[in-house]
């Protein structure tokens, strides 16, 4: 690790505090799913007030269409194919109603597989640089202590560390799933208000100096409880909806507008400190949307390779440094947050640490166009390539080569039109399938 470059100062000299950062990403959040990405029944009035404040992007990608391996390469910066958590880290037998106990628990994948330690984590960087780190949330790369958050650059560590739990209870099928710090624990209160709670302490406890914030809500994924009839959602919540809507998208649409209301507390709470005009704040989710989530005009859904599994709403707010109100169509994914965490930070990136992004921050302040050009996906046996405006998917759902520019809804195969696009974009594809075999190996999935 190299440290942090010397401190900026101001054109007199004085030290300038470096900016706080806050990322917070949604879980399974569609890109329909919120009002300003064109949803009329979901309430979302501060996401949308933040994109009024800031700008909002609409060609944002993932780097897999589901929580672990997403959430991977925002820890890391890189592919999930190069830091080694390329799937899920999930107890499948839940599916078939298989009960775990604690020994049973205690030695199935959920235990016993994680981020590889080997890997530099975005709150290694970032403490490194002198920010107080805190992870509130969903963690997802490690469930047994010497994966969890505090062993892994963060300060600062009130969630749970599995994929999801039950919004009430916080188990996992029946596992207590709750963590603050390295210990678990058990309270009550729903799981969006619990993270509202620790968010704004975790801002009050550190407003004196720079911090970086990683709120991860579980919200609006469905909970991992056998009985699917349990309400996750707060009444108060479901109300907004009134007595004529669809149940169903009335609890799922409550979620979203509970986790709307606590990040305008947060915001309520930066202008109250007077950090407002020094944090960037980046909102995003980790997939596309899954079951009563909307994926607007977008072909497919969560798990799928076609865009609705792998683009995703982000709105970036910095006052004075991002513009207000903007819509921008440039390329960009999560492999881009990390370097442009680090550039906000003023420090210097990981010695010897291939990254697969850059620093967007010239994108996201509207004064240069973005350098993605290409991005690649694989899950399982489905493969995807994104050259330019054409997209290649290969997969159990279907596939085909599209003209994103013409046809975001990936509906016209262009794949006899254009063959020469096509073997571009499976060559592209098949070139970086190599560099990932390539790369140094990392576990836990990998054979090596
Ligand atoms: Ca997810």
């Not at 892994?152 to 963590?179: K, L, Q």
């Not at 290649?392 to 794949?415: A, H, I, M, P, Y």
Request: net charge positive; proline share 6%; hydrophobic share 35%.
């Amino acid at each position: 690790m190299t440290a942090a470059t010397a401190a900026p100062v101001t054109a007199q000299g004085a030290p300038v505090r470096p900016p706080n950062i806050i990322l917070i990403v949604a879980d399974d959040l569609g890109y329909g799913d919120l009002g300003c990405y064109g949803n009329s029944f979901v309430a979302s009035p501060r996401l949308d007030r933040m994109a009024a404040e800031g700008t909002r992007f609409t060609d944002f990608v993932v780097s897999w269409p589901a929580c672990t391996p997403s959430r991977s390469s925002i820890l890391t910066g890189r592919y999930p194919q190069r830091n080694g958590l390329y799937d899920m880290i999930r107890n499948n037998e839940v599916n078939w109603k298989f009960q775990f106990d604690e020994e049973t628990y205690a030695v199935s994948p959920e235990m016993t597989l994680g981020l590889d330690l080997r890997e530099i984590t975005i709150g290694q960087v970032m403490r490194n640089a002198g920010y107080a780190t805190g992870i509130i949330g969903k963690w997802d790369s490690g469930r047994a202590r010497r994966f969890l958050p505090l062993q892994r650059g963060f300060d600062y560590y009130y969630g749970f560390a599995n994929t999801g739990i039950d919004y009430y209870t916080h188990e996992r099928y029946g596992i207590p799933s709750m963590f603050r710090g390295n210990q678990r624990i058990k309270e009550a209160g729903h799981a969006t208000d619990l993270f509202r709670r620790e968010a704004l302490r975790f801002v009050t406890a550190n407003k004196d100096r720079p911090f970086f914030l990683y709120l991860a809500f579980n919200a609006p994924h469905g909970a991992s409880t056998f009985d699917k009839s349990a309400a996750q959602s707060p009444e108060q919540y479901v109300h907004v909806y009134g007595p004529a809507a669809n149940p169903r998208m009335a609890q799922y649409a409550a979620l979203i507008t509970q986790m709307d209301e606590t990040i305008g507390a947060l915001f309520d709470l930066l202008s109250r400190h007077g950090l407002d005009e020094n944090t960037l704040v980046i909102f995003t989710s980790d997939n596309g949307g899954a079951g009563a989530g909307k994926n607007g005009p977008l072909r497919g859904a969560k798990a799928q390779l076609f865009e609705g599994g792998i683009r995703v709403p982000m709105i970036a707010r910095w006052p004075g440094r991002i513009p207000k109100g903007q819509v921008s169509s440039e390329f960009l994914s999560t492999m881009e947050l990390f370097p442009t965490f680090l550039a906000a930070a003023g420090a210097s990136p990981p010695a010897g640490v291939t990254l697969d992004g850059f620093n967007m921050l010239p994108v996201l302040g509207g004064r240069a166009r973005s350098r993605r050009t290409e991005f690649f996906w694989q899950r399982q046996s489905d493969k995807a390539a994104r050259v330019g405006r054409y997209k290649w998917v290969e997969s159990k759902q279907g596939g085909g080569l599209f003209d994103l520019s013409s046809d975001l809804g990936e509906k016209r195969d262009l794949s006899t039109e254009r063959p020469d696009a096509l073997q571009t974009l499976r060559g592209r594809w098949a070139a970086w399938r190599k560099e990932m075999d390539e790369a140094e190996p990392r576990g836990p999935f990998r054979d090596y």
